[in-house]
């Protein structure tokens, strides 16, 4: 990947539109923007004032009489601009053609077509942003749910990057004196043990608070992956249809009517469940059902939450408890369904079929009649994910990477903790605390390889 050539692209969707807006980065963005638009008034493109629209005429790049739109052009100067070098961004008319001409036109200029995610990249690379904070804007544009997104938008104004330079500066600071009295005995003092301890709790409390709200980050990202599980006919579908408020999935009466998974969003206090509805799980049965099952299986592996469906007006099968045995150890909200009719089994006899403590709700889903126990159910799931409430000026780690990292410095400290603790050598604490501050690095991309960079910026889509 070159750096300092002139890259552009199209940086809105493609398609007929309000505007369209073609992205131009790099030292020669003016001098070829300059050929192909003309402002209306005296100035030049390359003399117009930074970060000002100006309405001007779009000519083809090699006939200079012939319009190809008009459109709304602003020069942004580096330093001050998204990528931190020159900028030139055209808006014009939506549509397939406008844009197309533009950018093509641009690139006989002698602009390259931008990566996907090159734009980013080179606001990173000139320190517009550190690497969270590139996540943050993919997760700002992938984001599905409203605490997402807020969350997304704190993190994009470098909240997080703040919070992990702040331990990283503490972490270098001890690191820095340590090294000072080991090289000027005479002139500074080993600081104490006990002043060193409690700098390190600090940093280690503030660690693991931010490793604690990672489960919290991502499902304010991606939502609650929640499944539907029972046996065949409890009010599954039923179920779903009743979290949507909307006939999504087929319900009869017919054991075994669902046969693939149906996946929704359903967005409750804030947060999303990314719902599963699957089929009945029982003995036997034909070739297509025993497929669903598997599936029904493999979801439950894969999901945060497992809503097991009881027909409470039965008494439990022993499919009922062969599921109830794969449940074991997953997060799981029982739903004693049907409870307009009368019941057979209660709360206390399903909660004793369960090893650890797991919450039972009643719900009623009759195709005709009164549904209840949905929001009751929704109040329990929000409280369990989001625990009440999200402070609205708290930052939440909330991918892979930032996490792994974080776990790396939270080890380091712990051993630098033992080192001090035990009485080892200066040196070797000094070896630990300069492993956590390279692993907080890692977290804003300031010590972080090149292999992870290129990660990270795959995920973007071109013109951003
Ligand atoms: N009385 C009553 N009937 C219900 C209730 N919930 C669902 N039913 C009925 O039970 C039958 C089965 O409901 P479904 O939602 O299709 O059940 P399911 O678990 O999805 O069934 P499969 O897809 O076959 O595994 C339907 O006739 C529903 O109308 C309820 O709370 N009370
Ligand atoms: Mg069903």
Redesign the pocket.
């Given at each position: 990947m070159k750096l300092n050539d002139t890259i552009a692209a199209i940086a809105t969707p493609r398609g007929a539109g309000g505007i369209a807006i073609i992205r131009l980065s790099g030292t020669d963005a003016e001098k070829i923007a300059n050929v192909m638009v003309k402002p209306y008034g005296r100035k030049k493109l390359v003399e117009l004032e930074s970060h000002k629209l100006t309405l001007s005429r779009v000519f083809a790049y090699d006939k200079s009489d012939y319009m190809i739109d008009e459109a709304l052009v602003a020069v942004m100067r580096a330093p001050k601009s998204y990528t931190g070098e020159d900028v030139v961004e055209i808006n014009c008319h939506g549509g397939y053609l406008v844009a197309d001409k533009i950018l093509n036109g641009l690139l006989q200029c002698g602009a390259r077509l931008a990566e996907a995610g090159e734009f980013t990249r080179r606001a990173f690379i000139n320190g517009k942003t550190d690497l969270s904070g590139a996540e943050a804007v993919i997760d700002l544009m992938e984001s599905a749910t409203e605490e997402g997104l807020h969350n997304a938008a704190v993190s994009l104004t470098g909240v997080l990057a703040d919070k992990i330079k702040a331990l990283r500066e503490k972490t270098l600071n001890i690191a820095a004196n340590i090294s000072a009295a080991a090289d000027y005995p005479d002139e500074v003092d080993m600081p104490e043990s006990d002043e060193l301890l409690s700098v390190i709790d600090a940093v280690q409390t503030q660690i693991d608070e931010l490793l604690n709200g990672f489960n919290k980050g991502r499902i304010m990202r991606d939502g609650v992956r929640t499944v539907i599980v029972?046996?065949?006919?409890?009010?599954?579908?039923?179920?779903l249809?009743a979290l949507l408020r909307a006939e999504r999935?087929?319900?009869?009466?017919?054991?075994?009517?669902?046969r693939d998974t149906i996946e929704e969003l359903v967005s409750i206090g804030g947060i999303a469940l990314r719902l599963t509805?699957t089929?009945?799980i029982r003995e036997g049965k034909d070739e297509a059902e025993k497929i669903g099952i598997e599936k029904s299986k493999e979801n439950i592996e894969v999901s945060d939450l497992c809503l097991f469906?009881l027909d409470s007006?039965e008494e439990m099968t022993n499919d009922d408890y062969d599921i109830a045995k794969a449940l074991n150890g997953k997060k799981t909200i029982v739903v004693l369904?049907?409870?307009?009719?009368k019941p057979v089994i209660s709360k206390e006899k399903v909660k004793e079929i369960f090893t650890t403590d797991v919450t039972v709700v009643e719900?009623?889903?009759?195709?005709k009649?009164e549904t209840s126990g949905i929001e009751n159910l929704e109040e329990i799931i929000s409280d369990m994910f989001i625990g009440g409430e999200i402070k609205p000026d708290e930052v939440y780690i909330s991918n892979e990477r930032q996490r792994d990292a974080l776990i790396k410095a939270r080890d380091a400290i712990t051993h630098s903790r033992e080192c001090i603790q035990s009485g080892l050598p200066y040196d070797l604490l000094f070896i630990d605390l300069e492993d956590a501050v390279s692993a907080f690095g890692e977290v804003t991309g300031e010590t972080v390889q090149e292999e992870i960079v290129n990660n990270v910026f795959e995920r973007f889509c071109v013109g951003k």
């Open positions: 029972g046996r065949p006919n409890v009010g599954k579908s039923s179920l249809n999935a087929i319900v009869t009466d017919i054991p075994g009517t669902t509805d089929a009945g469906v007006s369904n049907k409870c307009d009719k719900t009623a889903t009759p195709k009649g």
